[in-house]
């Protein structure tokens, strides 16, 4: 196996250390590729937000008007598990993603794991009207669909973008979750609205329906190695094959499950990402809730202001990765000091601002305050997924199902502490209802305190030793010094 340092870099020694800086650009398919996956990441956010939207439309009988025949006469409480059952799902199918691809390859994995819930959001009109638990089960079911997505997907940027674009091909694509909040919260309250498909089915028929002309697209154009690829050229290919090193997956034997387990440092990282996921996904999914109960907004004008912490969260993310650049490469910081920057400016600034917004009852602070926080939300995903890579390339799609899956644990959490809070409030109560938003609200910048501060104790960005599991004992100097150059380039794809 002398040259082939690990399946992952698949033996491509010389291209990446020889020829990355000296091959032309040439061709552009692969900006195609960054396109869908942007877009497959604008899907999986737009089809878990619509149901929040549909849950504060015309979809829910108000409890005055609800009779023995109401299907969809559902408490705040229920309405707190239809939120979170998505992510009971999306929980389930993070680690055996980032597994399956190994054997069916990260395009396939990706593009059918979003397609089955793309087809499983338009049965949510008909499947909410017959029974509360089938709903659930729908909703887990489409969480089960997108929980493949994340691991995955840093498989399929691997193979596509040369060294020196991956740090921009990351961004795009990863940015697509933010553009999906940006769209979710722009139209969403138009659809649910008006009357265009009979109102709130039309969110889930309309986003649907987007959905299966990206499927075809993905189907058609996305493959896992671009020297399979029909659609690119000949010139394209050399210039990939001459500057990308990953062409095959981490094989199932070579996970180094035991070290991966008792490593400290990744459970420091993976609380760190749960502790966030809690307060991020409690937002995420009831920011629209929060918009019409307690500022008083009604759906359809609310749509832009909405809207806008997601353009905050992208520019955070953009912005972050540039100061987190210039820290490492001006040797301000190391690389784990950086990483312990960015989680106090993401975690402990925002819960400032969360609590701070908790404490004011005038819109126009509240709206400055939650855009602010969002803002440094931003730095939080430089820290975790970069991380992840951090210590270890080899394996950082399994340590990124781990964190992921522990983050949907929290994401499960959040509605329902909203929902039961909310319970049975009078919404016409303003100080009541202010007062359990603001526990809420307590809550999260209490957990992303703690997520934070136990990462500055414990967290670290060295590579681990286990990440040389399974190579072969007479694999040279040289060949190790290019598996921590590979490091390197990967995490600079993370604002490093």
Same mark, same amino acid.
């Not at 299966?212 to 896992?224: C, G, N, S």
């Not at 000091?337 to 400016?345: G, I, L, M, N, Y």
């Not at 100080?431 to 809420?440: L, N």
């Given at each position: 196996?002398?040259?082939?340092?690990?399946?992952?870099?698949?033996?491509?020694?010389?291209?990446?250390?020889?020829?990355?800086?000296?091959?032309?650009?040439?061709?552009?398919?692969?900006?195609?590729?960054?396109?869908?996956?942007?877009?497959?990441?604008?899907?999986?956010?737009?089809?878990?937000?619509?149901?929040?939207?549909?849950?504060?439309?015309? +979809?829910?009988?108000?409890?005055?008007?609800?009779?023995?025949?109401?299907?969809?006469?559902?408490?705040?409480?229920?309405?707190?598990?239809?939120?979170?059952?998505?992510?009971?799902?999306? $929980?389930?199918?993070?680690?055996?993603?980032?597994?399956?691809?190994?054997? $069916?390859? !990260?395009?396939?994995?990706?593009? #059918?794991?979003?397609? #089955?819930?793309?087809?499983?959001?338009?049965?949510?009109?008909?499947?909410?009207?017959?029974?509360?638990?089938?709903?659930?089960?729908?909703?887990?079911?489409?969480?089960?669909?997108?929980?493949?997505?994340?691991?995955?997907?840093?498989?399929?940027?691997?193979?596509?973008?040369?060294?020196?674009?991956?740090?921009?091909?990351?961004?795009?694509?990863?940015?697509?979750?933010?553009?999906?909040?940006?769209?979710?919260?722009?139209?969403?309250?138009?659809?649910?609205?008006?009357?265009?498909?009979?109102?709130?089915?039309?969110?889930?028929?309309?986003?649907?329906?987007?959905?299966?002309?990206?499927?075809?697209?993905?189907?058609?154009?996305?493959?896992?190695?671009?020297?399979?690829?029909?659609?690119?050229?000949?010139?394209?290919?050399?210039?990939?094959?001459?500057?990308?090193?990953?062409?095959?997956?981490?094989?199932? /034997?070579?996970?180094?499950?035991?070290?991966?387990?008792?490593?400290?440092? %990744?459970?420091?990282?993976? %609380?760190?990402?749960?502790?966030?996921?809690?307060?991020?996904?409690?937002?995420?999914?009831?920011?629209?809730?929060?918009?019409?109960?307690?500022?008083?907004?009604?759906?359809?004008?609310?749509?832009?202001?909405?809207?806008?912490?997601?353009?905050?969260?992208?520019?955070?993310?953009?912005?972050?990765?540039? $100061? /987190?650049?210039?820290?490492?490469?001006?040797?301000?910081?190391?690389?784990?000091? *950086?990483?312990?920057?960015?989680?106090?400016?993401?975690?402990?600034?925002?819960?400032?601002?969360? *609590?701070?917004?908790?404490?004011?009852?005038?819109?126009?602070? #509240?709206?400055?305050?939650?855009?602010?926080? +969002?803002?440094?939300?931003?730095?939080?995903?430089?820290?975790?997924?970069?991380?992840?890579?951090?210590?270890?390339?080899?394996?950082?799609?399994?340590?990124?199902?781990?964190?992921?899956?522990?983050? !949907?644990?929290?994401?499960?959490?959040?509605?329902?502490?909203?929902?039961?809070?909310?319970?049975?409030?009078?919404?016409?109560?303003?100080?009541?209802?202010?007062?359990?938003?603001?526990?809420?609200?307590?809550?999260? /910048?209490?957990?992303?305190?703690?997520?934070?501060?136990?990462?500055?104790?414990?967290?670290?960005?060295?590579?681990?030793?286990?990440?040389?599991?399974?190579?072969?004992?007479? *694999?040279?100097?040289?060949?190790?010094?290019?598996?921590?150059?590979?490091?390197?380039?990967?995490?600079?794809?993370?604002?490093?």
């Amino acid at each position: 196996m002398k040259g082939e340092i690990f399946p992952l870099l698949g033996g491509r020694k010389e291209n990446f250390a020889q020829n990355k800086t000296s091959a032309k650009p040439a061709g552009w398919f692969r900006y195609v590729i960054v396109l869908l996956v942007c877009c497959g990441f604008i899907m999986d956010y737009i089809l878990r937000m619509n149901v929040s939207f549909a849950l504060d439309s015309d +979809m829910v009988a108000a409890p005055e008007n609800c009779t023995a025949n109401d299907k969809r006469c559902w408490s705040q409480a229920q309405q707190g598990y239809i939120l979170s059952s998505f992510f009971w799902g999306y $929980f389930a199918t993070q680690l055996p993603g980032a597994v399956i691809c190994c054997y $069916f390859g !990260a395009s396939k994995v990706f593009g #059918i794991g979003l397609f #089955i819930a793309i087809l499983a959001t338009f049965l949510c009109p008909f499947i909410s009207g017959v029974n509360f638990w089938l709903f659930i089960a729908l909703r887990l079911f489409i969480g089960l669909g997108q929980g493949v997505t994340f691991p995955v997907a840093l498989n399929i940027i691997r193979n596509w973008a040369p060294s020196s674009q991956f740090a921009t091909f990351i961004a795009l694509c990863a940015g697509g979750q933010y553009l999906g909040g940006v769209l979710a919260n722009s139209f969403s309250g138009l659809l649910a609205s008006g009357s265009f498909l009979g109102g709130w089915p039309s969110l889930f028929y309309v986003y649907g329906g987007c959905g299966v002309l990206w499927a075809l697209l993905w189907f058609v154009f996305v493959r896992d190695d671009p020297a399979t690829s029909y659609w690119t050229s000949t010139a394209e290919k050399e210039y990939l094959a001459a500057t990308t090193v990953p062409k095959k997956a981490v094989q199932i /034997s070579e996970i180094p499950w035991k070290g991966i387990l008792k490593s400290g440092r %990744v459970r420091s990282t993976c %609380v760190m990402h749960m502790c966030n996921g809690y307060g991020y996904f409690m937002l995420l999914s009831d920011i629209p809730k929060f918009m019409i109960e307690v500022l008083q907004y009604n759906m359809k004008d609310s749509g832009f202001i909405a809207s806008l912490p997601y353009v905050m969260i992208y520019i955070g993310y953009i912005s972050g990765g540039y $100061f /987190s650049d210039l820290l490492v490469r001006n040797e301000i910081l190391s690389k784990t000091w *950086t990483r312990k920057w960015c989680s106090v400016t993401s975690h402990v600034i925002s819960a400032i601002l969360l *609590t701070g917004m908790a404490y004011c009852e005038n819109n126009v602070p #509240i709206l400055i305050l939650l855009n602010i926080a +969002m803002y440094f939300q931003g730095y939080a995903n430089l820290c975790y997924y970069a991380n992840y890579v951090d210590l270890s390339p080899r394996f950082s799609p399994i340590l990124c199902g781990f964190g992921n899956g522990l983050s !949907a644990v929290a994401g499960i959490m959040g509605p329902i502490v909203v929902g039961f809070l909310v319970n049975n409030v009078d919404p016409n109560d303003y100080e009541k209802v202010h007062g359990r938003w603001k526990i809420a609200f307590l809550s999260a /910048s209490a957990v992303w305190v703690f997520g934070s501060l136990q990462y500055c104790v414990f967290g670290s960005a060295e590579v681990q030793p286990w990440n040389s599991h399974g190579l072969e004992e007479e *694999t040279s100097v040289e060949d190790e010094d290019l598996l921590y150059a590979y490091a390197e380039e990967s995490s600079r794809g993370f604002g490093i």
